[in-house]
Nanobody
């Protein structure tokens, strides 16, 4: 019953900005780290950004200084603010979270459905 629902993807020009959101729903006990990954056709899925339950953020070198990950624990939501977007940022972006659910005996990873981000003039 735990689900991650993403929003915010779309088409943007180089140098533009987008903010992705991913909200977890269901009978959730706890959420530990929350993450954003991205994947392009024919390539491995790569970790873009991670935020711990305490709010510490980590970024891939390719997005440092341009992307910001944040979370709103009251809303069980993680965000990815993407500024100064480049064509090479074009990918399907996926949110991921390690979640403890009432129905689960242990923590498990959950994934969003993916949202397309296209950076093009």
């Amino acid at each position: 019953q735990v689900q991650l629902v993403e929003s915010g993807g779309g088409l943007v020009q180089p140098g533009g900005s987008l903010r992705l959101s991913c909200a977890a729903s269901g009978r959730i006990v706890s959420i530990n780290a929350m993450n954003w990954y991205r994947q392009v056709p024919g390539k491995q899925r790569e970790l873009v950004a991670e935020i711990t339950s305490a709010g510490s953020a980590y970024y891939a070198d390719s997005v440092k200084g341009r992307f910001t990950i944040s979370r709103n624990n009251a809303k069980n939501t993680v965000y990815l603010q993407m500024n100064s977007l480049k064509p090479e940022d074009t990918a399907v972006y996926y949110c991921n979270a390690r979640i403890g659910a009432y129905s689960s005996a242990r923590l498990a990873d959950y994934w969003g459905q993916g949202t397309q981000v296209t950076v093009s003039s």
